[in-house]
């Protein structure tokens, strides 16, 4: 496979500035063969120049590409004439200097072609870029499988009907010029990687790329005004196309869009933060100190209560059961119907209270209406509330007593624990303040033995949180809404731990999990981050089964542990 990076419209020295600190380790990380740049902006903001040039040949980049600014810097044109790594585009009449289109050998033996057009929809006048394109690609035929275009244009239909043309005859297809990226990213049916635009490399805190207040006053007043490349909230924006170079068809295409910050090496190689290790350990802890409590003759029990039929709820529930059973702690099932009254759950759990074989018991929301879960959750007697959710658990969290912290803050702790992230003196953004998942968590990380300081975020929080949040040097999100957490909400070298889960439609009319974390985006920023599924998920249903345990410890006190 062919690993081609893209990136996006480079702005003045701010772009160059990024290109300069994050292009290397993106090229370690991703394998990259082969660095495509659009430098019509790089010099100032307009055009290029040969010292530019060098500057993003020094950074990396193998190929530069142009647009409608390439030529903004006069005496540059000689350069842009001889330069056989820069790629102008295609169709500008006879006579104009340089090359449309090029073959360059990749880092990996394998000859790519590289064309630049420019579109005819508000741009100036150009030759036909669909027909221009053809010729192109016959010229590049025998020489390179694998053909890379950037389609510098103004509008999405423009670009999107050429990726339509070129669908099965370029392996990549990406359009520049609107410096504002889009999500349309996909392989197109006969394996064409296609973008509408790849957005911009350089200041975000601009409009679009240059210093927001002058852009401001140009449209406020129409009076004339120097435009200079912004560097606030610097950002890389650009994709990833997989190529198979035996075909020529691309097998994927990411888009990129990573913050960067003057002095940090963005990104390092993300750890993934599985649940699996962790859980196990916890269960084996588990499984171990529920032996001890059988050999001195008790048998640990836990009581699942449910009501109504919620799908989610069941496999939950499936998932705890087996994991109890797998410690050798009793399960016992109490589900009731859907309709079932307040007043009858809280007997039910009343009785399960009383009953000393029991030790613990999980109500597992959410209870079919009618039923009141916040009742029933407080008729459990907090010895054995092994969920950590009655009122008088959360107070002793709050206070640093003992008592039962919610399995799934405790099990995000357990999990930064065991792959031995520094808490101490760092600083936490919890995202969420349920008492379920976020509160516990905020207390937890800021509690003795973690001793974080946390800030915790919500829905009221305003649009600062996203600042905030990249403050962060542990990101917890708990907010349940899909992939809320993007590129740009996460500090580079950042631990992200994603809480949240969601189901998601995928084509084919299947589905699966993902998170509140935008996890494709952010692995490029982040140092370490739990995946969804398979990250905080089990450590919530090992921890499940310690409490339990612990909830039997404590009522079987003859029991030394
Ligand atoms: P809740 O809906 O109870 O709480 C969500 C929290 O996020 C609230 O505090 C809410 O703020 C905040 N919030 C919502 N929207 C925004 C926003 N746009 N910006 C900032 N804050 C926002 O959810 P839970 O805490 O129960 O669960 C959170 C996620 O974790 C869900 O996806 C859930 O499925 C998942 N989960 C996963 C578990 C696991 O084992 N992995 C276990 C439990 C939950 P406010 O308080 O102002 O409304």
Known sequence: MTNLLFIADVIGSPGREVVRGALAELKRRHD??????????????????????????????????????????????????????????????????????????????VSVGVINLIGRVFMKEADCPFRTVDTALAA?????????????????????????????????????????????????????AFLTDAGMTGGFDSVIGMDRQAALKRFLTSMPERLQPSDGDLRLNGVLVTVDEATGKATSIQRLQIPYEKGVTSTGTCRLLTGAEPAESVRIEAKLRAQVLLDAGHAPKLALVSVGEDPASKVYLKKKFEACTEA??????????AGTTTDEVVRRVQQLGADP????????????????????????????????????NAGRLALGLPGFVPATPYGVVRLLQYYEIPLKGKHAV???????????????????????????????????????????????????????????????????VDVGIHRMEVPGGKSRLTG????????????????????????????????????AERQCAAVSV
């Not at 499988?145 to 043309?165: L, R």
């Not at 920023?525 to 909830?551: F, Y």
Request: hydrophobic share 45%; proline share 6%.
């Open 357 to 392: 074989s029991i030790h613990g018991i999980l109500v597992q929301l959410p209870l079919a209406a009618p039923a009141d879960g916040q009742a029933a959750l407080e008729a459990i007697p907090p010895f054995k509330d092994v969920d950590g959710f009655h009122p008088e």
């Open 516 to 551: 509140d974390v935008d996890f494709e985006a952010v692995k490029h920023i982040a140092s370490a981050i739990t995946p969804v599924p398979g990250g905080v998920g089990p450590m919530t249903v090992a921890l499940v089964v310690l409490n339990t345990v612990i909830a």
């Open 430 to 496: 919890v995202l969420g303040r349920s008492h379920i998942v976020g509160r516990p968590a905020a207390t937890l990380l800021s509690s003795k033995g973690c001793d974080m300081t946390v800030t915790i975020g919500h829905s009221a929080s305003g649009p600062e949180l996203r600042a905030l949040a990249r403050q962060a040097d542990v990101l917890v999100a708990a907010v349940g809404k899909r992939h809320m957490v993007t590129a740009d909400w996460v500090k580079p070298g950042a631990v992200v």
């Open 32 to 109: 990259i063969h082969l660095v495509i740049c659009n430098c019509e902006n790089s010099a100032a903001g307009f055009g290029v120049t040969r010292d530019v040039a060098r500057d993003l040949f020094d950074a990396g980049c193998d190929v530069l590409t142009g647009g409608n600014h390439l030529w903004d810097k006069k005496d540059s044109i000689e350069y842009i004439g001889e330069e056989h790594r820069l790629v102008r585009p295609a169709n500008l009449p006879p006579g104009t200097p340089g090359e449309g289109w090029r073959v360059v050998r990749a880092s990996n033996g």
């Open 328 to 337: 050798g702690i009793a399960v016992e099932k109490v589900t009731m119907p």
């Open 140 to 192: 590049i035929d025998k020489q390179a499988k694998v053909v890379f275009v950037d389609f510098h244009a103004e509008t999405t239909a423009e670009k999107v009907a050429m990726g339509w043309h070129l669908d099965g005859r370029a392996s990549a297809m990406v359009g520049t010029h609107t410096h504002v990226q889009t999500a349309d990213d996909r392989v197109l049916p006969k394996g064409t």
